[in-house]
C-alpha cells in the first residue's frame, strides 16, 4: 500500500513531515532536520532488540570458540580462540554497553559501524586462518555475520551496507591475494556477494517501510496537534508547550513571555456577517499571527474561541514590543470590515501581554493568568490595545484572578 492510500498527501499541513512525504526519499535520506529525528526514534524503536541480539551475539561465540576447540586442532584454534575472547566477545560488550549510555543517540551508530568491521574482519580473519590450516567448515560464520550486522545490530541501511561492503571486500581481497582453494574460495566468495545483494535488497525495503511510517506518524501527531479550523496549534500543544518552555527557560534563566489576542466583538461579527464568514476571519488572523511569531521556539495557538495564545522565549522587552507591533500592524493590514463592532469599523483585537523570569517555586499558570488579568485590563480600557504586565508577577497570586487597573497600555 503506497503512502498515499493511507494518508491523503492533498490535505497535508506544510510541515518537513508532508513535504518529505510529498517529494519522496528513494535514495533512503531525509531533510537534516528530519534525519536526525529518526535516526534517534530508529535507535529508540529497535533498542531493546539490539541489546537482546548483542548478548545472543556473545554467547553465540562463546558456543562457537568451544566448538571450534572440539573441531580444530589445539595448535590451529589458538589464533581463532584468542581472536574470538580478545576481540569480537570485548567488540560485541562495547556496542552493548553503549546501548545503555546517556548519550547512545549520538554514540552507538558510528560505535556500531566500527563494531560490526571489528567483528566481520574477525571472522574473516578465522576463516583465512583455518582455511590455510586446510579446514573449511568454518564458512557459515561469516555468513551469520554479514546476517548480524544487516539485520541484528540496528544499524541503518547505509552504515550496514558500509560494514559489510569492507568485510566483504577484505575477504575477497585477502583470499585472492594467500590463493585460498580455488574452487571452494569462489564458490564462498561468490555466497558471500549474493548474501550482500539480498541483505542490502531487504534491508532497503525494510527501511523505506519504517522511514514512511515515521513520517506518518510525525504527520498524524501533527494533525492531532492543529486546530482544525485555523491549521495552528491547538490549545492541547500550547499547554504541553508551556510547560516545556518554562523548565528549560528555568535551567537556562531566560526570560518568557505569554501574548494573548483576543478579537474585539467577535460575537458580533458573527452575529453581522454569519458563522462563514467568522470562520475565515478567524483563519485569517491565525495565519497573520503566525507570521508575526518569527523565530524558530515561538510558538503560536489557538487558545479558545476567538482567543489566541503566542509564546516567545528567551525574550527581551525589545522583541516582546517587536512583535506586538507586528501583531497590530497585520491586523490592521488585514482591512476586514467590522461594521457591529464597538470599537472601530475595521477588525481589531486586544493583547495582553505577559514577561517574567520563570523561578523554580512558581509555575507557568501564573504567568498565564498574568496575560490574562493584561488582557482584561486592555478590555477594560477600551479594547483595540495592548496592556503588558511584568512586575505585576512578584505579587501575584496563582489562581485568584485580579482586576488590575491602570495598568500600562501600548
Not at 528513494?26 to 537482546?52: C, G, K, Q, Y
Request: charged share 20%; aromatic share 8%.
Amino acid at each position: 500500500m503506497s503512502s498515499a492510500d493511507r494518508i491523503s498527501t492533498a490535505d497535508l499541513p506544510d510541515s518537513p513531515q508532508a513535504r518529505q512525504l510529498r517529494d519522496g526519499f528513494p535514495w533512503l535520506t531525509f531533510s537534516r532536520e528530519l534525519e536526525a529525528d529518526f535516526r534517534r526514534a530508529h535507535i529508540d524503536e529497535n533498542l531493546l532488540h539490539t541489546r537482546v541480539n548483542l548478548c545472543l551475539a556473545v554467547i553465540i561465540t562463546i558456543a562457537f570458540n568451544a566448538m571450534d576447540s572440539v573441531v580444530l586442532s589445539p595448535e590451529l584454534n589458538r589464533i581463532p580462540s584468542m581472536i574470538h575472547m580478545l576481540l569480537i566477545i570485548p567488540t560485541l560488550l562495547i556496542g552493548l554497553a553503549a546501548t545503555f549510555a546517556a548519550q547512545r543517540h549520538r554514540i552507538y551508530p558510528p560505535l556500531a559501524v566500527v563494531a560490526s568491521i571489528i567483528l566481520g574482519l574477525g571472522v574473516v580473519a578465522v576463516q583465512i586462518v583455518v582455511t590455510l590450516g586446510g579446514v573449511t567448515i568454518l564458512f557459515p560464520c561469516l555468513m551469520l555475520s554479514i546476517i548480524f550486522v544487516y539485520f541484528l545490530a540496528g544499524l541503518i541501511f547505509y552504515h550496514a551496507i558500509a560494514a559489510n561492503v569492507i568485510v566483504m571486500l577484505a575477504y575477497l581481497g585477502v583470499g585472492t591475494a594467500l590463493q585460498l582453494p580455488g574452487r571452494e574460495f569462489a564458490y564462498n566468495a561468490m555466497a558471500v556477494v549474493a548474501a550482500n545483494i539480498f541483505g542490502a535488497s531487504v534491508v532497503y525495503m525494510n527501511e523505506k517501510i519504517s522511514r514512511m511510517r515515521f513520517l506518518e506518524a510525525c504527520l498524524l501527531r501533527e494533525l492531532v496537534a492543529r486546530d482544525g479550523l485555523t491549521g495552528i496549534q491547538n490549545r492541547r500543544m500550547f499547554d504541553q508547550h508551556i510547560q516545556r518552555v518554562w523548565q528549560q527557560a528555568v535551567r537556562e534563566k531566560v526570560r518568557v513571555a505569554v501574548l494573548l489576542a483576543d478579537i474585539d466583538c467577535f460575537k458580533d461579527y458573527n452575529d453581522r456577517y454569519g458563522h462563514q464568514a467568522g470562520d475565515e476571519c478567524l483563519r485569517a488572523v491565525a495565519i497573520s499571527l503566525n507570521q508575526c511569531a518569527r523565530r524558530p521556539l515561538d510558538f503560536v495557538a489557538r487558545y479558545g474561541g476567538e482567543e489566541f495564545a503566542l509564546v516567545l522565549y528567551e525574550a527581551s522587552r525589545e522583541y516582546v514590543a517587536e512583535v506586538l507591533t507586528r501583531i497590530q500592524r497585520s491586523i490592521a493590514e488585514l482591512n476586514i470590515p467590522h461594521e457591529a463592532s464597538r470599537v472601530a469599523s475595521r477588525l481589531t483585537v486586544s493583547i495582553g501581554a505577559a514577561f517574567i523570569l520563570p523561578s523554580t517555586n512558581r509555575t507557568p499558570d501564573g504567568l498565564i493568568q498574568l496575560a490574562d488579568e493584561a488582557l482584561y485590563s486592555a478590555k477594560e480600557q477600551g479594547r483595540n490595545r495592548v496592556v503588558v504586565m511584568e512586575a505585576e508577577y512578584h505579587t501575584l497570586k496563582t489562581g485568584r484572578f485580579e482586576k488590575r487597573r491602570g495598568q500600562r497600555a501600548v
